[in-house]
């Protein structure tokens, strides 16, 4: 396939999608052999917007498909009439879509339609467990179907696909771009505009970074892993927790019902990209049920406490970077407290090697795409937590 100037098409509607597409947007950007045709579906608004400012990207198309308390089928309806409408009129060489969302695979069938090439970025995520995490599980998998190139982040996520019978020269392994985002982002000099945060006492007090809002452990999983948080913060007067709590009501109401009369537990809105991966830098433990904070929080050399109980990111267990204590009130209160009272325990996940990634995955992507299209005699380099 020799095209002189590729017309590649970046698709992405939520805020983690965004983070993890701009280093690479960025970097097509910069190509002068590639034309690069943005488009946003605003699956989420507000948080998405914050990213593209943040990042300095202008989108060509902006689907603003969100609507308060949309289904996955409205999601999953509107994108993919409307990403089918502007390929009808761009005819672009390749659609670029990331990781596991709705907008991720109705724009990969939109494409498949129209028998227009799909490359996936983080591909090769898996738990094997169609529900956990969902949609997401679904989603990447059937994404991966769709797929022509597969830009998997790490030799685990290649192996997944060459398991499910992807020809090995279709993969690149390339590390993950949050590891781009991430290093381009953080700041050791950030001054906090949020009031509360601007209050902590980083120096004297270990501030533990807490996200929770999985659609799978809404109820009682969430009110065990709420729980655990009070209970921590009753047995440790050195300890802060911050809380950015998310938007969806079922979360807001058990988080408030919780830890409405703790001092200690700062519930605040959710933060923009920038002021959230300062804070993260900057605390001592993350207790998430986030898939990406798995692979950006290993970076600055914090410790994770993964609220779930499977991760399509069995690499930072492996690495130990990462703990797998799924939602159950008496084991997060014990893996917590053990990093809270053994030096030796925290110094060994805090030092533990990233396997995500070096800030070098978007441009590694490009290359990949050059090669494709036959502008690149040289397949690239597959990234290794070696080199």
Known sequence: MVTLMPKIMPVFGTRPEAIKMA???????????????????????????????LFKI???YDLNIMKPGQS?????????????EIISQ?????????????TTF????????QKIPVGHVEAGLRTYSKYSPYPEEM????????ADLHFAPTQTAKEALLKEGVPAGQIYVTGNTVIDALLQTVNKGYVFKNAILK???????????????????????????????KVLVEQHDDIEVVYPVHLNPLVQER????????????MIPPLTYEEFVNLMDRCYLVLTDSGGLQEEAPALGKPVLVLRDTTERPEAVIAGTVRLVGTDQERIVAESTLLLTDPVVYQRMSTAINPYGDGKAAERICQAILYYFRLNPTRPEEYSIET
């Open 72 to 84: 996955l089928t409205e999601i999953m309806t509107g994108v993919l009439a409307g990403i089918e």
């Open 139 to 146: 989603n990447r998998k059937l994404t991966g179907c769709l």
């Open 199 to 229: 209050q902590l006492d980083f120096d004297n007090k270990r501030i533990i970074l807490i996200t929770a809002h999985r659609r799978e452990n809404i109820g009682e999983r969430m009110e065990q892993i709420f729980q655990a948080v």
């Open 106 to 113: 109705a724009s990969s069938l939109a494409a498949f339609y």
């Open 90 to 102: 761009e005819k672009p060489d390749l659609v670029l879509v990331h990781g596991d969302t709705s």
């Open 255 to 266: 988080a408030q019902k919780i830890f409405g009369d703790i001092e200690r537990v700062r």
């Open 58 to 60: 202008k989108p060509v």
């Open 23 to 53: 280093p690479l947007i960025k970097a097509l950007e910069e190509k002068e052999n590639i034309e690069t045709i943005t488009i946003v579906t605003a699956q989420h608004r507000e948080m998405l917007d914050q990213v593209l400012k």
